[in-house]
Each structure stands twice: as C-alpha cells, then as structure tokens.
C-alpha cells in the first residue's frame, strides 16, 4: 500500500512538472512570437515613416521647383514677349536671382524678398502680366493692408498670386483679370477674377493649383474656386490677419 501511494505520489509529481514544463515552453513561444509580431510590425512602420517622409520630401522639392524656378522662369519670359523696352541690367538681376535660388532648391527654406513697400513688390508682380491683349486692375493693393499681415503670410501670398497669374497667362485667354484686396472682421481678402475661359469641369487640377490650396491652408485660411455661367474664373482667398508677427 505505502508502495502505491508513494508511486501516486511521484506520478503526480511528475505530471507536474510536465505541466510546468509545457507551459514555460508555451509562454515562451508565445513571447517569442508577440516579440517578433511587435519587431515586424515596428519594422513596417519605421518604413512607412521613412518612405512618407521620403515622398514629402519629393513633394517639397517639386513644389518649391515649381513655385520659385518654373514660376519665375515664366515671367521673365512674358516680359521678353511683350516688353515694350527690355533692359539688359534688370533682366540679368532677375536670371541671376533664379540661379541662385535653384542651387538652395535642397534646402527647407529658400528666401523670397520681402520689402518695407510690400504693396508695390506686389503691384510689379502682377501688372507685369499685363499686355495689349490682357488688362489687370489691381484694387485695395495699399500699405495699410500688408501692415497687418506676417513675412509669413506674405511669402506664401506672394507665391499664390504668381501662380495665379501664371495659370491665367498659360490656360485662361483672359482679356480682363482683377485682384481685390480688402480686410474685414480681422480678416484679409483677396479676391481674384478673369473672364478667360475657367476651368473645365472634367479637368484634373495641376499641380499649381493643389499648391494654392496648399499654401493658404498653411495660413489657416480657405481658397475657393469658382466657375459661374459666364465664362472666367473668380478665387476667393480668407486669411486670418496676424499684424507683424513673423
């Protein structure tokens, strides 16, 4: 009897171990497994966030060649076009300006010039695409409104208008174009209009106008794009106004 009862007892003792033994092989696979699950899967997200930041960084380059090179590029060749008098000097300054501007195409911030007579920097920028066959009329362009609004802000507007413009000189066949700026509620506006022939409702936005967007959502402010039953194209831009803060 005591022979039985101290085999039980081993068998027992035994299964156990056994029982311990399978669990800490099962716990351990089991950990074995979370841990290769989280590897993998810390593994797919670190490239995922690499190639993100890769394409980003795609986006920001062809986005500031299109904005400062292709952009300025265009301009310097309407006023080749229909310049009445072209000066060697200014349009060298200008070439040059490109040039040094493309070669910085690499780094995150690539300067735009920002004078105390803002008003008039941008009253040049856009009659200069003015010519026999296009008029544009420029309102409410005075001190008083760029005072109240940020280096900034006044960079990426900047950059907005030349495309503006730019897409109407290229698409629009516009005879008349005015640009409104006016401020209300803390807000400014700028309201665009040219009776070419707008957008057509089945065309893809390029790449100009998706950077519109994106620059005057960059300012926490709204772009509309608008098509009426009369030909031409009106955008309505809203900003928050931020006095001189930079």
């Not at 229909?82 to 060697?88: N, S, Y």
């Amino acid at each position: 009897q005591k022979s039985k009862t101290d085999n039980l007892l081993l068998q027992q003792h035994i299964t156990r171990q056994q029982i311990l033994m399978y669990g800490l092989i099962t716990t351990a696979v089991v950990i074995i497994i979370a841990i290769s699950f989280g590897y993998d899967k810390r593994r797919k997200k670190i490239k995922q966030e690499s190639d993100n930041a890769i394409r980003n960084s795609r986006l920001q380059t062809s986005q500031k060649i299109h904005d400062v090179v292709a952009n300025g590029l265009y301009g310097v060749m309407n006023e080749l076009e229909h310049g009445r008098a072209i000066e060697r000097e200014p349009l060298m300054n200008k070439i040059e300006d490109l040039y040094e501007k493309s070669r910085d195409i690499s780094y995150e911030h690539i300067p735009v010039a920002i004078s105390v007579d803002y008003d008039n920097r941008v009253h040049e920028l856009l009659t200069s695409f003015a010519n026999d066959k296009t008029k544009v009329i420029v309102v409410g362009n005075q001190p008083a409104f760029w005072s109240n609004v940020s280096e900034f802000q006044k960079k990426e507007l900047q950059l907005v208008l030349s495309e503006l413009m730019v897409n109407m000189k290229k698409h629009s066949q516009a005879s008349n174009v005015v640009i409104v700026f006016k401020q209300e509620n803390n807000k400014g506006y700028i309201n665009y209009k040219d009776d070419g022939v707008g957008f057509n409702a089945d065309r893809n936005l390029g790449n100009g106008v998706n950077n519109t967007v994106s620059r005057i959502k960059s300012l926490n402010g709204e772009v509309i794009f608008e098509k009426s039953e009369r030909p031409g194209l009106s955008v309505a831009i809203s900003f928050p106004l931020q006095s001189n803060k930079t």
